[in-house]
């Protein structure tokens, strides 16, 4: 069974634990890998369902890959997201400036 500690011993005898620590740079190329793999697999799911679909929306008309609409539905759905938790925190950091104006006082 590994442990996510090593233990050394000093100079004077004593016993030391070192937590071992995960580098930024390890951090970024294990993120990297994620996100090429996701990647990968989002481009597998485009070029199988290539097939022409009919979009309608609102005055908008045409047709394009299911696969295309699917990306584009879900880049959509995360810029929705993105807008929405943005204004919840700025009225976060407006609450808490507020109540930290209140009690500087």
Known sequence: MSDSTDTTTTNAGHKTTLAKEHSKAGNA?????????????????????????????????????FGVGMLLAAIAGSILTLLIGSVRILQLKSQRNRAVATHAW
Do not use: D
């Open 29 to 65: 190329w294990t993120a990297l890998a994620v996100f090429v793999i996701l990647l990968l697999l989002l481009a597998i799911f485009i070029l199988q369902n290539s097939n022409k679909v009919q979009i309608n929306f609102l005055s908008f008309h045409g047709s394009l890959s």
